[in-house]
């Protein structure tokens, strides 16, 4: 099993661009989940989907869209990049029953400029 | 709501010591328990969990014990190494009142010196 994987690892985006990050995983799970680190905040949950066809917003959702049309992939698309969404992007992906840990993806650097 | 509190970083060990992170939390049904750990320049991965009452969790020289009465999952570690040397985040989920989000501490920062 590849796990979860994310695509790019590194991006850097003039303000006002949009782009897709991409995640996904092989492991048929289906909660996913994305992501921000931003030094001494923590995790940031943005957007969660608990199954195919179903997303929901998290703490975090203004700025971003998400959409989950298979269970293996679940792509963030940023609609006009601003400086504040530089962060590190994590997707993670499991099992749907909540006592199961979450898989985390190796995360994309994301620099606004 | 849920919540996790975990003590504030950075922790600065000498090799060879005793490691404590405390980690407390609320929550309104019978959560399970999970230590991540991430080094740097990679995403997190599970260190240890423990999904009831009394439970241990253990990993890599990592325990952690599920204590219900104090609300509390503090991890620990008899003689840390440099290779410890990470960012640990205490995090539940809870198993009643269908929610599937769980909820992280902030993390905290261990470093380790020689």
């Known amino acids: 099993n590849a796990g979860v994987t994310q695509t790019p690892k590194f991006q850097v985006l003039k303000t006002g661009q949009s782009m897709t990050l991409q995640c996904a995983q092989d492991?048929?799970?289906?909660?996913m989940s994305w992501y921000r680190q931003d030094p001494g905040m923590g995790l940031r949950l943005i957007h969660y989907?608990?199954?195919?066809?179903?997303?929901d917003q998290g703490e975090v959702p203004n700025g971003y869209n998400v959409s989950r049309s298979t269970t293996e992939d679940f792509p963030l698309r940023l609609l006009s990049a601003a400086p504040s969404q530089t962060s590190v992007y994590f997707c993670a992906s499991r099992l749907g029953t909540p006592n199961y840990e979450q898989y985390f993806g190796p995360g994309t650097r994301l620099t606004v400029t | 709501g849920n919540s996790v509190t975990q003590m504030e970083g950075p922790v600065t060990l000498s090799e060879e010591a005793f490691l404590t992170i405390n980690c407390t939390y609320t929550?309104?049904?019978?959560?399970?328990l999970f230590w991540y750990v991430q080094y740097p320049g990679e995403g997190l991965q599970l260190l240890l969990k423990?999904?009831?009452?009394?439970d241990k969790g253990s990993n890599k020289g990592f325990e952690a014990t599920y204590r219900k009465e104090t609300t509390s999952f503090h991890l620990e570690k008899g003689s840390v190494q440099v290779s410890d040397s990470a960012v640990y985040f205490c995090a539940l989920s809870d198993r009643t009142g269908g929610s599937y989000i769980p909820t992280f501490g902030r993390g905290t920062s261990l470093i380790v010196h020689p």
């Open positions: 492991m048929n799970h289906e909660y």
């Open positions: 989907s608990v199954g195919a066809g179903i997303t």
């Open positions: 929550a309104t049904g019978y959560p399970s």
């Open positions: 423990a999904t009831k009452a009394d």
